[in-house]
């Protein structure tokens, strides 16, 4: 009998697991969701419009869009850190009313205690479960071993590099073992190599724990990288512009050639909601220029080229 092709097989196996996937229950489910602003002039800002969408528990999905088009805005209504001016957000069924232990919220900085060792940092939010003082610390070891940090676990955080402490911040929610984590573009701050090696942290750590994972970001080649869906947000308000299912094997690249082309098709999608963005911000008759210059926009970052 002759083998198949590996890609072949690969390919039908990755089928294989997105069919199981798609399959599974709903987490998170929006319905409706807008949300205004009101300034202290008394003019009013529609951040969000009409956003409708499910993920699926172990999903792993990105939002991403230009900015201002309130993603984070988003982000902290599911969190419950915010509220809708409309619309419902429910995770398992059950409507969201405020801040719970079912979502936890990575954040931009990792927001860890400075007089705290990178161990305590993490056992301090598993007090609140009533673990005992040594499965709070077996737990937290095995989390800083998910990270690959353990070597780590009696430094304090100004002694650790800025992409070792995103990985402590990502042991920490992980170790709290929440039903959806919310990251907010927690690997921005990160030079290009530091964010390399985290995409591949976070991919390893999502594989083993299954967690369902809603992240937003700027970076599309990181949202390509990382997400089995990527949702791609207008400019303001902010509304669902397209949807992209990534049937990509993990783990993934973000130098990829399979991996630059996706995030290549998703900015052409985006560039006219990012010079809607600048039009609006930039002085008037400023876009002239820019306009020659927005035609080097890279796909990952959305910096101009030089």
Request: charged share 30%.
């Amino acid at each position: 009998m002759v083998n198949e092709n590996p890609l072949v097989e690969e390919k039908k196996a990755f089928d294989l697991a997105r069919r199981s996937h798609l399959s599974r229950p709903t987490k998170l489910h929006l319905s409706g969701v807008s949300k205004a602003f009101r300034s202290t002039n008394g003019t009013t800002t529609l951040a969000l419009q009409d956003i409708n969408f499910g993920v699926k528990e172990g999903e792993f999905v990105c939002i991403v869009g230009p900015s201002g088009c309130g993603k984070t805005t988003l982000l902290n209504i599911i969190a419950g850190l915010d509220r809708a001016g409309c619309g419902d957000v429910l995770c398992n069924g059950k409507r969201v009313k405020g801040p719970g232990s079912d979502r936890i919220v990575m954040f931009q900085e990792s927001v860890l205690f400075p007089w705290l060792t990178v161990r305590k940092n993490i056992e301090i939010g598993l007090k609140s479960k009533g673990l005992s003082r040594e499965a709070r610390r077996a737990k937290a070891m095995d989390f800083l071993k998910l990270v690959h940090l353990t070597r780590f676990a009696d430094a304090h955080p100004h002694e650790l590099s800025g992409g070792m402490r995103q990985r402590v911040a990502l042991a920490r929610s992980l170790a709290m073992d929440p039903e959806i984590l919310l990251m907010d573009e927690p690997f921005s701050a990160l030079d290009a190599q530091t964010r390399w090696i985290l995409h591949y942290e976070l991919q390893n750590a999502w594989q083993k724990t299954g967690k369902t994972v809603l992240f937003v970001t700027h970076n599309i080649r990181e949202a390509v990288c990382l997400a089995d869906r990527v949702i791609v947000f207008s400019s303001r308000p902010g509304r669902i512009k397209r949807e992209y299912y990534i049937d990509l094997p993990r783990p993934r690249d973000d130098s990829s050639v399979e991996v630059a082309a996706l995030a290549g098709e998703i900015m052409e999608l985006l560039r006219g909601e990012i010079e809607k963005v600048m039009k609006e911000e930039l002085d008037e008759g400023s876009c002239k220029e820019c306009e020659v210059k927005c035609v080097g926009v890279s796909p990952d970052d959305g910096n101009s080229k030089k």
